[in-house]
């Protein structure tokens, strides 16, 4: 029995540890400072939905003119949702971006980052961009993109990119 309470109080202690490092790590480093993106930087993410094994692709309305569109934290691609459907928007919104001659992208999830105040956020009305790593074909430097997956706003690419023909 004193085991079993040991092990208990070992485990919770654990856990109470994991989310104040979690906490300290998602912590707003200013809005000049580069964000510090929580998260895995290795982990590839899929041209489908897992579920359903195909993802159709969101209809982009042509280009930004706003140099920092997508590609700074104070203004992300607000792609809408719940948590339920908010990832799912972000594959979707990737899959209809190409590169600037129309090649095919690659992106993968780099993480969490950028605390910000939404109605739609999970915990206290606060949520979370997440932060995706674009390449393509004859690319030498890969571009972030910022994503609000809880508010919605005009979806277009970022200035350098294009988007899939219908």
Request: with cysteine.
């Amino acid at each position: 029995m004193k085991r079993y309470l040991y092990l208990l109080q070992l485990s919770a202690g654990l856990a109470l540890a994991a989310c104040a490092t979690s906490k300290t790590a998602s912590r707003s480093t200013g809005t000049d400072a580069a964000p510090a993106i929580t998260g895995s930087n290795n982990v590839p993410q899929s041209y489908y939905d897992n579920a359903r094994r195909t993802v159709e692709p969101f209809f982009v309305v042509g280009i930004s003119t706003d140099a920092t569109y997508g590609v700074t934290q104070k203004n992300p691609v607000c792609v809408g949702g719940t948590t339920s459907n908010g990832v799912r928007n972000q594959q979707r919104y990737l899959n209809a971006l190409r590169g600037p001659k129309g090649e095919e992208i690659s992106y993968h999830r780099r993480g969490s980052c950028c605390p910000f105040k939404t109605p739609k956020g999970l915990l206290e009305g606060m949520g979370m961009l997440d932060a995706y790593e674009i390449t393509w074909a004859g690319n030498d430097k890969p571009m972030l993109l910022y994503i609000n997956l809880y508010d919605e706003g005009p979806l277009r690419a970022p200035v350098g990119l294009t988007v899939m023909q219908p």
